[in-house]
């Protein structure tokens, strides 16, 4: 069973730059999430989506990031314009979501931003 | 104060040694619990998951809660050089196992 993708792997920017990220979840999975890991932190929720309904965005800097799941498979994830904190790897992961049972989140390998 | 706090560490233990790995959180109203493992430069990935008081053992992993202490631990028996990585507890205010909050996560160093 293919895992979550992600593309790309590292970026490189310069501050106030436009980037976009791209997951894709496990086959068949409903729930979506994208994850901001800063160096030396555990990983932060930013979205959650269910199928392509939007469950939890409370903390997703709206002014500047936002995410799509049109299709209620794959999902992007923007940042514009980025700025320097916003240097961190992005996680994606995905989980069935059934909501019935207890659920385990597969995680992407991540995609690696740096912002100059 | 932090929601999940965890020790930064590194916690350094010998190899065989039993490696206790230790998670306070501040939301009374969270229900499951998770320890992920994260490799230097890789994403988590799931060791264990909680959800009742008391202990619950996965081979050499034993995750241990405690809701009013609101605390949960990981022991890891028989320590092995390969245990060495970074350990994020993670909770949620469901049972789905959905909306994580993770801790800063403790990184553990087994030494041969």
């Known amino acids: 069973e293919a895992g979550v993708a992600q593309s790309p792997r590292y970026k490189i920017i310069e501050k106030r730059q436009s980037v976009a990220f791209w997951c894709n979840p496990i086959s068949g999975h409903a729930t979506l999430y994208w994850y901001q890991q800063i160096l030396g932190q555990g990983p932060k929720l930013l979205i959650q989506f269910q199928n392509n309904g939007v469950v939890d965005d409370s903390q997703l800097p709206k002014d500047r990031f936002s995410a799509e799941r049109l299709k209620g498979v794959d999902s992007t994830l923007k940042i514009q314009p980025a700025k320097l904190e916003d240097s961190a790897v992005y996680l994606c992961?995905?989980?069935?979501?059934?909501?019935?049972?207890?659920?385990?989140?597969?995680f992407g390998p991540g995609t690696r931003l740096l912002v100059l | 104060q932090k929601e999940v706090e965890q020790n930064s560490g590194p916690l350094s233990v010998p190899e065989g040694a039993i490696a206790s790995l230790n998670c306070t959180y501040s939301d009374r109203g969270s229900q499951s619990f998770f320890w992920y493992r994260q490799y230097s430069g890789k994403s988590p990935e799931l060791i264990m998951f909680?959800?009742?008081?008391g202990d619950k053992e996965d081979g050499r992993f034993t995750a241990q809660l405690n809701k009013a202490s609101q605390y949960v631990s990981l022991l890891i028996r028989d320590s092995q050089p390969s245990d060495s990585a970074t350990y994020l507890c993670?909770?949620?205010?469901?049972?789905?196992?959905?909306?994580?909050?993770f801790g800063g996560g403790t990184r553990l160093m087994v030494k041969p």
């Open positions: 993670a909770v949620s205010r469901n049972n789905a196992g959905n909306m994580l909050t």
């Open positions: 992961a995905s989980s069935l979501g059934s909501g019935w049972s207890r659920e385990t989140q597969y």
């Open positions: 909680i959800y009742s008081n």
